[in-house]
């Protein structure tokens, strides 16, 4: 069983920045690909970033391609987010996911595990 701990969401003004940092234990983190989802108020989750098990590929969402970057530290079992040029339309729940040796990163029904989220909320 895998656990995992997000952290680093905030308040911000557009144009800002955050870093998310998800930390995960309970599993070997290696062999997870490695999703970032968010949820809006009243709408779906959907799907921002996603990084292999194998770290060489990584994918995003058009809508913050860009802006966003994916790493990860298997040294320190986490993953990150980092967001830059922030816009309202960010705001959001973001969660972070595992799924064992995952092919998909885009596909949240692929994923094992979630955290429980955290909030970031960009105001204009």
């Known amino acids: 069983q895998v656990q995992l701990v997000e952290s680093g969401g905030g308040s911000v003004q557009a144009g800002g920045s955050l870093r998310l940092s998800c930390a995960a234990s309970?599993?070997?983190?290696?062999?997870?690909?490695m999703g970032w989802f968010r949820q809006a108020p009243e709408k779906a989750r959907e799907f921002v970033a996603g990084i292999l098990w194998t770290g060489v590929t990584i994918s995003y969402a058009d809508s913050v391609k860009g802006r966003f970057t994916i790493s990860r530290d298997n040294a320190k079992n986490t993953v990150y987010l980092q967001m830059n040029s922030l816009k309202p339309e960010d705001t959001g729940v973001y969660y972070c996911a595992a799924d064992h040796y995952g092919n998909r990163p885009h596909s949240q029904f692929e994923y094992d595990f979630w955290g429980q989220g955290t909030q970031v909320t960009v105001s204009s």
């Open positions: 309970g599993g070997t983190f290696s062999r997870y690909t």
